[in-house]
Structures are given as C-alpha cells and as structure tokens.
C-alpha cells in the first residue's frame, strides 16, 4: 500500500469552518495554507481566528508561545496555484452547492501535485458527485468536520466506490493527527451521521419560526431542558453553523426534495436575516447577539419566578 504523510495543508474556502479547519491543523503542528476567492474573505478569517486564540488560551491552556507558533504555520492568499502548489492535502471548504464544488474541482485539478489527496468537507453531499471532477478520483473522498471544531472534535470519513485503501488511510491519520475522532461511515449517505441527525432537527425549528408556533428561545430552551447538559439547542446550533450555510442546504434539499416545510425555512432565513446582514455568530447576530448569548445566561433553564406568568401566558395567545 501506498504511504502518504501529510504535512502540508491547503483549506478551499476561508469560511467559518475552513477557517476553523485551518486553525486546529496550524496548532497540532501542520503547515497551512487558506485560499479564498476574495482578500474580504480572508480578511474576516483573520478576525475570526483572533477569536479561536482566546478560545484555545481560555479553554484548552494554549499557552502564548503555542498560539505564536500556531500564527507562523498559516498563510493566506487568493491565488489558487499559490494554495495548491505544495499541499498534501486539499480541504474543500466551499459552499453547499454543487455547481460551485464542481467549477472549484475543475480549476485546482491543473494545479495540484501529482500525490496530493483532495477531501470535502460537504455535510449533505456525497463524494461520488464530484469523484471525477477532482481528476483523482482514488485520492478523494468526505472528511466532513462540525462546527465548533476544538469541542466537537469529530471527523467524518466517507468514501466513493473508487477512494484507494490507501487515502482513506491517510485521511483517518490526519484527523487523529489534528485531535479529532474518525468517524467512518460503510457506505455513502446524505447527510452522513451528523446532519442526518441534525437536519431534520434544523427543519422542524425553521418550521416551527416560520409558522409562529414558537420562538427561538422558547425552542432551546425546550430543547436544553429535554437534553440537560447540552450547551446549546437548535437555534443556537444555526447561528454556529451560519445563516448563509443554513440557507443553502434547506434551499438545496428543499428543491431536491420537493420539501415545502424546508423550502419555507430557507426563505425564512433569507427573509429574517441574511436579507438585513444577520449571518450567525461570526457576525455577532443571529437569533441571538455575541458574544453572551441568552442560552448561556445563569437561570436561562430555571423555573420562572410567578410574576412572568401573565408574560408567558400572553405567548399562548393565538396570533
């Protein structure tokens, strides 16, 4: 079997999880490069990961010196021959769309050198759609990462009929390299484990906004309290993910599906909020404000103190 290592790192898309992609693998000690169509891109991925060194000095004892060195691993640039000239593994990173997958395959296959592997990071798509616009189909295949990348350390790994043992090797060793725990799938699935759990999760909530059965901390907090210790519930979980990420996937699979309950979410979203600027947490506004989300505030899952009752009561009322 063929041995690939992988040292060198190149991340398709600046995005929120390209960059928080891009961000873990500088810190376990991979040399990283984040391409983005737009220097605005790169700009707000540099902000972003300002953010992810308070995270990992706060949360997980990051000392200076590890963050400083972290800093010297990335690099970022809009040539895509640049990203692509010296990586053993490409990340795609791009959105949910499969046109756009396709078009950004086509043009990094004239760039790539002959050993590297190519992954997606897609949560809904599957592998096999894009095997053969990589121009190495034995060298691809899924590593789908979750949002929140330092806690929710998990890393899907799907393969397509013709991704060679030996890829799917290197892949499962990088992602344990960079701290996260392989997932493999034994067959190719919409959806993979996570979003085949949290999609349906994410359409009944944008359903239950759209309609006006409920609200969006009415929701969590149903949510939080039926699954105590989680940090978050589902409203919370869509500013994680994005708004924009969140539009694309109910409006792709809501025409794929003929589903109306998520094509009346993505318009929702559209509507409600990428439609006046509101993208999620990375923008500091989505259904909630950051940083200090209600969901986080002591007593967000208490009893209420009787004086709300007539409060509360008046959100029964039909509208």
């Known amino acids: 079997m063929v041995q690939h290592h992988i040292t060198d790192v190149s991340i398709i898309g600046g995005g929120v999880l390209g960059g928080q992609i891009a961000w873990q693998s500088a810190f376990k000690g991979k040399t990283v490069i984040v391409y983005d169509l737009y220097e605005a891109g790169l700009e707000q991925c540099r902000q972003d990961q300002q953010g992810y060194a308070d995270i990992y000095q706060g949360s997980l004892g990051a000392t200076e010196d590890m963050i400083t060195a972290t800093r010297g691993r990335l690099s970022f640039t809009t040539d895509l021959a640049v990203a692509a000239a010296s990586a053993d593994l490409i990340i795609e990173c791009v959105p949910e769309v499969p046109d756009v997958k396709t078009s950004v395959y086509g043009e990094l296959s004239k760039y ?7 992954v997606t990071n897609s949560s809904t798509l599957l592998p096999s759609e894009f095997a053969d616009a990589t121009g190495r189909p034995e060298k691809f295949c899924a590593l789908h990462f979750a949002n929140h990348i330092w806690d929710q350390n998990i ?3 799907m ?5 060679a043992e030996a890829t799917l090797v290197a892949v499962t060793k990088f992602a344990i390299e960079i701290g996260m725990v392989p997932i493999p799938l034994g067959k190719e699935q919409n959806g993979y484990v996570v979003n085949s759990l949290l999609v349906p999760l994410l359409s009944a909530t944008l359903g239950l906004l759209a309609s006006g059965v409920s609200t969006p901390e009415t929701i969590d907090r149903t949510y939080m309290i039926m699954n105590r210790g989680c940090r978050m519930g589902p409203c919370g979980i869509i500013d994680s993910i994005g708004m924009t990420t969140t539009y694309n996937v109910a409006s792709y699979w809501g025409n794929e599906k003929q589903d109306e309950q998520l094509l009346q979410g993505a318009l929702f979203v559209k509507e409600n909020f990428l439609d006046k ?3 999620g947490e990375q923008t500091g506004e ?3 404000t950051y940083p200090n989300p209600n969901y986080e505030a002591p007593g967000f899952l208490d009893v209420p103190d009787i004086s709300q009752a007539e409060e509360l009561a008046r959100l029964s009322l039909p509208q």
């Open 159 to 163: 393969a397509h009929s013709r991704t």
């Open 286 to 288: 989505g259904f909630y």
């Open 112 to 118: 790539l050198p002959e050993h590297a592997l190519v």
């Open 155 to 157: 890393a899907e790994v």
């Open 277 to 279: 600027g509101k993208r």
